[in-house]
């Protein structure tokens, strides 16, 4: 008796089937001339399958991106800043490790609180949570050109890292909540190829700022938080209104387009069960499977050299003899190579619907990029060369390791904290980064070189160790006896985790 009211309540009965906001798709609403998708969902029959993509595309791609992108830039200028002068100007002892500290201590916040804001994005909607922390991070930026010693820069970095953590896993998030596990890896890429833009563009922003200085009395490096701070909170006010929520509370879609969107994402992941809260039980449940620690160390290996790089790269190739504006003009071209290598990496990823090989073959690229660092220290062209590398293999490979984790993840519950999860367990790697380059090792960087290659053939061994995991769960589950008696409603619980759901290898 007890299982057939449980059964009752499952998402395929009729009283389910009425409850505002349950996960349920009528055919009959898209009409009788509705196409149907490669799933064999029936679209509705005002639009068709890629004209509404294309719909969602403009909505959700460039808005997130832009985000992050002011998010990245805001975090990593410190680097420009240093090229002309922070350190000096605020009296850090040369030869210290106070520079470093400061990096570090942005990820302390950021590590612990990325689980927590995704839980809130869920349950105060993306578009409020999500500009509420773009305009945070925007005036704390400003105040990190405002500070007047050392124990001001840990500070404003502190809650920099706190308005920051909710950007990256809250975005990445909501992107899987729109698309199918074989379309997603283009978007990811583009959306976390922003941080490749926003290294370029932070390149471009410091060469110009760089006549300002002492405009108002104020060095240079004051004005590149000053002003990219300000472009945060102008746009962080903008973005209130654009930031798209999930699909199931999108307005600016029809009645029957959010039904067709869920339709076809539950075919594909699973029921997403959005209309439960997540529960402390949710969380513990989420770690119980061993995947999960296997996803945060495919990213925390990558998260040292991607840190590494964009911390300490104006510096490495100041190394190489050119003036401050030269070094950050000379900055621009590897994240630009980066942005198209990722793109290309993703269209083929996409094309192909695999996602294993193409973690492995941008991974290669920067051990090759890593390697030439470590052992070559007087041709300058060559080692500017290798940063190529580097760059292109690490931003390439990065956005393919995110994308396969989290799509493979079914529900919101399982995905909201798995994302968290490997993303705040990932940035662990961004404090290891910000100690492997020292000041007493340059130029030739010896130490910082080794470890990240010793920390991007760590992500190798974990990309190979969860393939072999989904592929050996996948066949289990082929060989499994069909009915196991699993109600639709257990099903939804369990996400990724029923015997019915098939992980992408």
């Known amino acids: 008796m007890a299982r057939h009211e449980k059964s009752s309540q499952s998402p395929d009965s009729e009283e389910f089937r009425h409850q505002p906001g349950a ?18 969902v029936v679209c509705p029959s005002h639009t068709t399958e890629r004209r509404l993509m294309a719909k969602i595309d403009m909505r959700v791609i460039p808005v997130l991106s832009i985000l992050y992108l002011l998010a990245f830039l805001d975090r990593t200028n410190i680097a420009n800043a240093a090229v002309y002068g922070l350190s000096t100007d605020l009296g850090l002892p040369s030869g210290s490790n106070q520079y470093n500290t400061a990096l570090t201590i942005f990820f302390v916040p950021y590590i612990l609180f990325e689980i927590p804001s995704n839980i809130f994005l869920k349950r105060l909607r993306p578009h409020l949570w999500l500009s509420l922390c773009m305009l945070l991070f925007g005036i704390v930026t400003i105040c990190q050109g405002l500070v007047r010693n050392y124990s001001g820069l840990l500070a404003t970095r502190f809650f920099l890292g706190l308005a920051e953590t909710g950007m990256f896993p809250g975005s990445f998030y909501l992107i899987g909540m729109w698309y199918k596990r074989s379309e997603a890896q283009k978007r990811y890429s583009f959306f976390f190829s922003s941080t490749t833009l ?30 990219e701070g300000v472009v945060t909170c102008v746009v962080a006010i903008i973005f209130f209104f654009l930031i798209p929520d999930f699909p199931e509370d999108a307005k600016w879609l029809t009645e029957d387009e959010r039904a067709y969107i869920k339709a076809r994402l539950r075919v594909d992941q699973g029921r997403s069960a959005a209309e439960r809260q997540i529960k402390f039980r949710d969380i513990t449940t989420i770690f119980k499977d061993y995947k999960i620690f296997v996803g945060g160390f495919m990213y925390f290996g990558l998260i040292v050299p991607a840190y590494g790089y964009a911390f300490f790269a104006p510096g490495i190739i100041k190394s190489y003899g050119y003036s401050a504006i030269q070094t950050q003009l000379h900055s621009v071209p590897p994240w630009a190579a980066a942005f198209g290598f990722a793109m290309l990496v993703a269209f083929f990823s996409d094309k192909l619907k695999h996602r294993f090989l193409f973690t492995l073959f941008p991974i290669a690229v920067s051990i090759t990029g890593f390697a030439i660092l470590l052992s070559v220290h007087t041709n300058h062209n060559l080692e500017y060369a290798a940063l190529f590398l580097v760059t292109c293999g690490t931003y390439g490979a990065m956005p393919v390791v995110v994308c396969w984790f989290t799509q493979n993840l079914g529900g919101h519950h399982r995905r909201a904290v798995g994302t968290a999860w490997q993303i705040g367990f990932g940035n662990i790697g961004g404090i290891i980064a910000t100690y492997a380059f020292l000041s007493k090792d340059a130029p030739q960087y010896k130490p910082g070189y080794g ?55």
């Open 198 to 227: 926003a290294g370029a563009f932070g390149g471009l922003l410091a060469a110009a700022i760089g006549n300002m200085n002492g405009v108002r009395g104020y060095l240079a490096w004051r004005w590149i938080f000053i002003l």
């Open 451 to 505: 470890i990240c290659i010793g920390f991007i053939c760590l992500s190798a061994l974990s990309c190979i160790v969860y393939f072999v995991s989904v592929v050996m769960q996948n066949r289990n589950r082929d060989r499994a006896p069909r009915d196991l008696g699993v109600t639709e409603w257990d099903k939804t619980e369990k996400g990724d985790m029923s015997p019915d759901y098939r992980y992408q290898l």
């Open 23 to 40: 996960d349920y798709y009528d055919p009959d609403i898209a009409g009788a001339n509705g196409e149907f998708d490669e799933l064999g």
